[in-house]
């Protein structure tokens, strides 16, 4: 899950096509300590692991299916990304806690009362 919040505004160091995937090295602020290998990082809305990390900079491994669905193909040395970290406990959470606000979850009881289960999700407007 992610915040919402854009941290940094990372920029495209080197995009290589690999034997199955599309692989983008990511120059950024972020501090390369704070970043775990397997790490999930939002770049401009999609979701992508890390796999390596330099001092300066990370990669990320693309598939096939998320270069057909996104923009990420088009991707090029230079290009500018907005980044945004997964969230942790504790963290503002953006549109999460305006989204969250606006939903109202409706439980009830089944026939022999004891068991609460789901019944709707919907947008609480009052």
């Excluded at 806690?97 to 289960?117: F, I, N, P, W, Y």
Aim: glycine share 10%; charged share 30%; proline share 3%.
């Amino acid at each position: 899950m992610f915040t919402g919040i854009v941290s940094d505004v990372g920029r495209v160091r080197a995009v290589r096509k690999t034997d199955r995937d599309l692989r983008i090295e990511i120059e950024t602020a972020y501090d390369p300590a704070a970043i775990d290998i397997g790490a999930s990082i939002n770049h401009a809305g999609c979701c992508l692991t890390v796999v390596e990390k330099g001092e300066d900079w990370f990669a990320v491994e693309v598939s096939g299916e998320t270069v057909a669905m996104s923009t990420l193909g088009d991707w090029a040395p230079g290009r500018p990304v907005n980044l945004e970290r997964a969230a942790r406990a504790g963290d503002p959470h953006g549109d999460l806690e305006r989204d969250l606000e606006e939903l109202r979850l409706t439980m009830v009881r089944d026939a022999r009362g004891s068991d609460l289960r789901r019944t709707d999700l919907q947008a609480d407007h009052g």
